[in-house]
């Protein structure tokens, strides 16, 4: 759903509700469910909630460089492993350079320190408009309009009032691991003898010294548009850790509890992270020419009645797993890349999919793929982008339909029409006329 604007804020009970007008109605949800889905990725960013110095606390935004470099400090706790995803680190540079994300977190502090002996919690959330979310909602009265949000499931796209390129983010405990030569390490790792997946008690006490047991929640990601290419620069190399299983006997079944490490403790502390998966395919850092007309094609067909866009991305294909290496002999020397767009017609996803086969030293035509893909699309949508590579990037069509259940191939217009060359505008007319067709086509097989 995308938000079209706040209409109220619902305070007849103790946890305050944000009301919304969406595109598909006027949804509710709680002060609490925006936070965790804004704010409380993690223990780190949940403490600096509540703490005056806020996400300052944790790093601070070099300005005078460009684009702003994020620093943390050299004492910092924030683990590295918390920034490995283009996702993480989207958001937590969204955090810092976002003002309206930062005074809300300061606001969460703010009634904290005002209702200290109450449990009702509520803060300001910045402003949602354009906002797109996937969301679990459920009818509040069977008389009403109104819809209560369970739980938000994914921020698809969160806007911002600020545009950078190319974010870096130093943290002194990065480390580039760099190959041994197949040498033994000074001092080989071993495998810990704790257990390295304890169950969750509610009751037991987390220890010091015992191992952090991190879990990473799948299936939620924070997509924000305006903060781009944010990377992890600098850090020293290491030597990847050589594994030596070790030869004490099992141990006992561990346990993860919750709350603060103490002396007494007996089990592993308990610290669930959430916005760590990246998508299945690593994304393009340089987007083609042909990229930007492909975007503005599809946001114009995006734009169509019945038609909701979804994303838009540029993707590197996965380097070949046998011998091939067409997708490697492009003009540019960068690896192969490829265009996706999701869209939902009719309350399907339609992927639409195209490789840039224009930018090989042999160049090929192009064509774009539209999908309608099986149950497991992302096993099914990776395995076709796969194959192309093994393919000697070429679409097979027979491989494609085994993972579909419709398929059509739209070809791009020619250059020329009548002996003349076609701008750029007529250009992508003509290639937005010839996509409509074919959806309708597709459609009205269905």
Known sequence: MT?????????????????????????????????????????????????????????????????????????????????HTKKARAHFAWLLLEPEARNSLYLIYQYFRKNEHELAFNFEPPNLLGWRLELSIINALPQSDLLYVQRIENVLDARTSVNVVGV??????????????????????????????????????????????????????????GIYDTTLVDGDETPKPLIVPNADPPTDKDKAGVGQPEKDGDSQEFDPTINQDDNNFEEAEKRPQKFLIFEQVVKELGKSKGIKLESIKCGVFPDPTNRSRVIFQTRDEHTLRFFIAILEINQSKIIMLEADTTSLIKAKGASTLIL??????????????????????????????ERVNYFASCNHPRLKSKGQLLSEDEYKNKWLGNLKQKLKELLAQK
Do not use: C
């Open 372 to 401: 309608g893909l099986k149950d497991d699309a992302k096993t099914n949508l990776m395995e076709i982008i796969q194959h192309f590579s093994d393919s000697g990037a070429q679409w097979r069509h027979h491989y494609i339909h």
């Open 168 to 225: 870096q983010i130093y943290h002194p405990k990065r480390k580039t691991e760099v190959e041994t030569g197949g040498e033994r390490p000074k001092k080989p790792g071993a495998t810990p003898n704790v257990d390295t997946d304890p169950e969750l008690d509610l009751g037991a006490i987390p220890a010091f010294g015992k191992r952090l047991h991190s879990q990473r929640n799948k299936g939620f990601s924070f997509n924000v548009s």
């Open 3 to 83: 938000i079209q604007g706040e209409v109220s804020v619902d305070k007849t009970t103790a946890h305050y509700r944000y009301l919304y007008q969406t595109d598909g109605g006027i949804i509710s949800i709680s002060a609490f469910e925006l936070a965790r889905t804004l704010f409380f990725h993690n223990r780190h960013l949940v403490n600096a909630a509540y703490r005056a110095n806020g996400i300052s606390e944790l790093a601070f935004v070099d300005r005078e460089s460009t684009p702003p470099k994020i620093i943390f400090p050299e004492s910092t706790r924030y683990p590295v492993s918390y920034l």
